[in-house]
């Protein structure tokens, strides 16, 4: 089942922080990050796996929530450089290694 | 640049017809995945490849088949193409078949008249 991410999208100014949630029904083993930029390839932002521990990477950072099978992932002080949509893959647990990708969300930042 | 290249870049063909998309993974990576991705269906996962074996399969019509080389290309054959199968497809790589991050390639911008 697909993972569902929120919001859709969303709009932001430069600087100001957002959160994007990703949710699943089934049990996951992981959850994926990545953003597409319009007319290029998804870019990885960051892996989280059961059982460990929040992840980072400068300005965005992400939670997995095992017990909800949630994952958010956190963008602080946006830079123009954030827009994009961004997807989450999720693994579930018992599973082959194939990721099933949420429907994405658009963020865009503006000056 | 990911490391991970494909060709062509783009592909107009005509309903009925058969393609091949090539794939070639990031040096060191022997996991292929293929992605299907279009406007009202999103990232569709296909079919992945570790070291020349079909390791996981996704989504994947009976008319598309998928092969890993000896040196670790990758091909996506679509054959009885349909007007729905037009979309951009995505090749991507990992060092194993474990959870690992993917770098995707360039694409395929795949359209079927």
């Not at chain 1, 400068?58 to 949630?70: G, L, Y």
């Not at chain 2, 990911?2 to 062509?8: I, L």
């Not at chain 2, 993974?25 to 074996?53: A, K, T």
């Not at chain 2, 395929?108 to 008249?113: D, K, N, P």
Request: glycine share 8%.
């Amino acid at each position: 089942q697909q993972p569902v991410q929120s919001p859709q999208a969303v709009i932001l100014r430069e600087g100001e922080d957002a959160v994007i949630n990703c949710s699943s029904s089934k049990a996951l083993y992981s959850v994926h990050w990545y953003r597409q930029k319009h007319g290029e390839a998804p870019v990885f932002l960051m892996i989280l796996l059961k059982g460990g521990e929040q992840k980072g990477h400068e300005k965005i950072s992400a939670s997995f929530n095992e017990k909800k099978q949630q994952s958010s992932l956190y963008l602080t002080a946006s830079q123009l450089s954030y827009s994009g949509t961004y997807f989450c893959g999720t693994e579930f647990s018992g599973s082959a290694r194939q990721l099933t990708f949420g429907s994405g969300t658009q963020l865009t930042v503006l000056p | 640049d990911s490391g991970v290249t494909q060709t062509p870049k783009h592909l107009i063909t005509a309903t009925g017809q058969r393609v091949t998309l090539r794939c070639s993974p990031r040096s060191g990576d022997l996991s292929v995945y293929w992605y299907q991705q279009s406007l009202d269906q999103g990232l569709q996962f296909l079919i992945q490849y570790y070291n020349g074996e079909e390791r996981a399969k996704g989504n994947i019509l009976e008319r598309f088949s998928a092969q890993q080389f000896p040196d670790l290309h990758s091909e996506l054959n679509l054959s009885s193409l349909e007007l729905g199968d037009s979309a951009l497809y995505f090749c991507a790589s990992s060092i194993d078949s474990n959870s690992n991050e993917q770098y995707f390639g360039p694409g395929t911008r795949l359209t079927v008249t």
